[in-house]
């Protein structure tokens, strides 16, 4: 009876000694510094899949253009065979650009966010509601959109560009000198291109993301007993980026092809392009290269949980408040 007693409550007992570790908050400039890094890590790791996504992606923007890529692999070797693998890393710079600033501030700020909306609603610390930390990963994703805007536009741009003919300059030499031409020949408003469509994409990836990330890992430390380690870490890290590609997807169709068709002259409005997807290729077309998108966001996930994870706690920080 005493051994049948003790073994019930030490999933209660791990709970607590899982909730209980020392540790400090940190201070919002280490938690961005911390989260750059870790998305940093992911984009690099990730970007010769994202420039197949983006390909994917940006195909039958027109009624008369033949479909070239196939496949995530097809895509991957078509590409590095045509215009050489260092092709597949278009829009590095600006992809880190971006990763510092929009996955910096949308993953720094998630959660101060969540916590003080936790606060506002009376929830007790280590018991915040999904619907809560779905409110706070919105307004982070919206946050880090109208901060970082620019340097999607630019990754995207890079990422479209074929190999020039040749004696044809690139149109875009560096990310630095993309910047000033886009803004000098389009106006600084074409910098934010594409905002809306960001806004929602990144809203729903940053709740699908770090709010699925979060409740699973509760759940898998409070309901299994599991430590706050590097298993939790991966099997949370891969459920969200599953839901975040499924749910996000289509956001991310409409961004990238909003983005791009500005650089032609043939954008017209994101309703434009909606319509036009739906038109031209129906309602699939908004999960073009789910499967390079799916590739590409689980190996993102992995890397940069697992990386922000290790990083937190070599800051000395406390395990995260759910």
């Known amino acids: 009876m005493l051994i049948d007693v003790t073994h019930r409550l030490m999933p209660q007992q791990q709970q607590e000694r899982n909730l209980a570790k020392p540790g400090l908050v940190l201070p919002f400039y280490q938690a961005f510094a911390a989260s750059a890094v870790a998305a940093c890590t992911g984009e690099i790791a990730t970007m010769p899949i994202d420039t197949v996504k983006v390909r994917l992606q940006l195909q039958g923007t027109s009624q008369s253009q033949t479909v070239k890529y196939k496949g995530t692999l ?144 509760e759940v898998l430390m409070h309901s299994f007993g599991l430590n706050d380690d590097i298993y939790c870490h991966l099997s949370a890290s891969l459920c969200a980026g599953f839901l975040a590609v499924t749910a996000g997807s289509p956001f991310d169709v409409i961004k990238s092809r909003c983005m791009v068709l500005s650089a032609k002259g043939d954008y017209r409005g994101v309703g434009h392009v909606v319509m036009q997807t739906l038109r031209l290729e129906g309602p699939l077309a908004f999960w073009s290269g789910y499967g390079a998108n799916f590739a590409r966001l689980s190996i993102w996930n992995v890397c940069m949980f697992l990386t922000l994870e290790q990083l937190r706690k070599l800051l000395g920080a406390a395990q995260t408040a759910h």
């Not at 995207?156 to 004696?167: I, L, S, T, V």
């Not at 875009?172 to 000198?177: D, F, G, R, T, V």
């Open 74 to 217: 097809s895509t991957l070797v078509t590409v590095a065979r045509q215009e050489g693998v260092m092709s597949l890393y278009k829009g590095l710079v600006p992809g880190l650009h971006r990763q510092v600033l929009l996955g910096g501030v949308r993953i720094a700020a998630y959660a101060p966010i969540r916590d003080y909306y936790a606060s506002l609603l009376h929830e007790q610390p280590g018991h915040t509601s999904i619907p809560t930390k779905i409110a706070a990963a919105l307004s982070a994703g919206t946050l880090a959109v109208l901060v970082g805007n620019p340097t999607d536009v630019l990754k995207c741009r890079m990422q479209a560009q074929g190999k020039p003919a040749p004696g044809v300059p690139a149109k875009y030499p560096s990310a630095l000198a993309a910047y000033r031409i886009i803004a000098r020949q389009e106006g600084i408003k074409a910098l934010w291109t594409g905002t809306t469509p960001n806004i929602a994409r990144n809203s729903v990836v940053n709740a699908a993301e770090l709010a699925t990330y979060d409740q699973i890992k």
